[in-house]
């Protein structure tokens, strides 16, 4: 079994920046992809970023793009995500996600509520 749980968030103002953190425990097992997702009230939930595990490529959303930045650190078995320039419509409920060789290698934090104030 393994656990993710995702700290960082808060209520900010625009313009301002936050760093989510996601600390993972348990089981072992052959990771592949790191993300961060994000769901707004009334909307689905959508990608924000991803981290190949192997070649360490990153993806991110068009709407984040220069603003947010995602990361690792191999020895706290922790990953990050950087965000800057936070606007409103950023507001919503971020969580992490960890996706293995295998199918059933596919997992999620809580998720951690980021508010921005106009």
């Known amino acids: 079994q393994v656990q993710l749980v995702e700290s960082g968030g808060g209520l900010v103002q625009a313009g301002g920046s936050l760093r989510l953190s996601c600390a993972a425990s348990g089981s072992t097992f052959t990771l592949y992809v790191m993300g961060w997702y994000r769901q707004a009230p009334g909307k689905q939930r959508e990608l924000v970023a991803t981290?190949?595990?192997?070649?360490?490529?990153?993806n991110y959303a068009d709407f984040v793009k220069g603003r947010f930045t995602i990361s690792r650190d191999n020895a706290k078995n922790t990953m990050y995500l950087q965000m800057n320039s936070l606007k409103p419509e950023d507001t919503a409920v971020y969580y992490c996600?960890?996706?293995?060789?295998?199918?059933?290698?596919?997992?999620w934090g809580q998720g951690t509520q980021v508010t921005v104030s106009s």
């Open positions: 981290l190949d595990s192997i070649t360490s490529g990153t």
């Open positions: 996600n960890l996706r293995g060789s295998r199918r059933s290698d596919d997992y």
